[in-house]
């Protein structure tokens, strides 16, 4: 479906997938600890209208490892260097987490290369983790193993979330199907640790400044919040963030948890291609 291919960026080696010449470009950027197979909820249909390329960030999946430089700004610098010199015409993005922070700051710095973006759950707060940090603390062990996607299986299942509207911390391999649970594992097995030792100590945000870059996109931009109670953004963070874009428009999710399209994949391919169709 999609090609894999590989671009240098100059700093690193980039691993994408690149699909069918179908339509407009657009370019998927994954979220943390992920890869571009984390689309695969929504690039069976998006192949079919779009020109689709879907990135590694650098320290995942199959692109090159920087130790050291794991910052958003080093993850976007990277995806500026590829839509200016890679993709053949101004591109629409669609960033879910990370990859969210990533085009925000891909459309602030190259304008010029970028049509729209979809902003899938970016991360807001880079200075407290909360709940999550227990989650990355997990993935993080998981990742330092040196076990195969296929040895780390069980231990991704037995992992534990914690979801606002639960008092308990729930078992993943309870409320995930087994085609996610495998994804995470082999994505898990294919990073590089330092990446999540980036986000427990901070590091990621270093330099970042969401408010200002949000203000700098000019293009058309579509907010994605998933539902608070299932992990997704509190309401008045959400609005506050997207009320921040010049050309912003904003939806919620009903029932989808941080990862919008994973969790609600109609609901989050729909949303999406009827605001980049509309630009």
């Known amino acids: 479906m999609l090609e894999e291919k590989t671009f240098d960026t100059g700093a690193v080696s980039i691993n994408y997938g690149e699909g069918p010449a179908s339509g407009p470009t657009l370019v998927l950027l994954h979220g943390a600890g992920g890869r571009w197979l984390s689309f695969m909820t929504v690039i069976p249909q998006l192949v079919k209208d779009w020109h689709v390329y879907a990135l590694d960030h650098r320290g995942h999946g199959r692109s090159g490892r920087v130790p050291g430089a794991y910052r958003i700004l080093d993850y976007a610098q990277d995806a500026v260097a590829f839509v200016r010199n890679l993709v053949p015409e101004p591109a629409c993005l669609w960033g879910q987490s990370l990859g969210a922070n990533v085009s925000i700051a891909v459309a602030a710095q190259a304008s010029e290369s970028v049509r729209a973006v979809v902003l899938e759950e970016p991360g807001i707060d880079l200075e407290d983790l909360g709940p999550a940090e227990a989650y990355v603390r997990q993935m993080m062990d998981l990742a330092s193993s040196g076990y195969s996607a296929e040895e780390l299986l069980t231990d991704v299942a037995d992992m534990t979330l914690t979801l606002p509207n639960l008092d308990e911390p729930v078992r993943l391999g309870d409320v995930r199907e087994e085609v996610y649970l495998r994804l995470l594992a082999e994505c898990l097995s294919q990073l590089d640790p330092k990446v999540l030792a980036f986000i427990l100590d901070l590091r990621i945000g270093e330099g970042w400044n969401l408010e200002a870059l949000l203000r700098q996109v000019s293009c058309p931009a579509l907010f994605v919040q998933g539902d608070a109670a299932f992990g ?15 050309r912003g428009q904003h939806i919620k999710i009903q029932g989808a948890g941080h990862n919008v399209h994973n969790t609600k994949p109609e609901a989050a391919l729909r949303a999406a291609t009827r605001f980049l169709e509309s630009i």
Do not use: I, K, N, Y
Not at 239 to 244: H, K, N, S, V
């Open 232 to 246: 997704g953004l509190e309401d008045e963070v959400a609005e506050r963030a997207a009320g921040l874009l010049p």
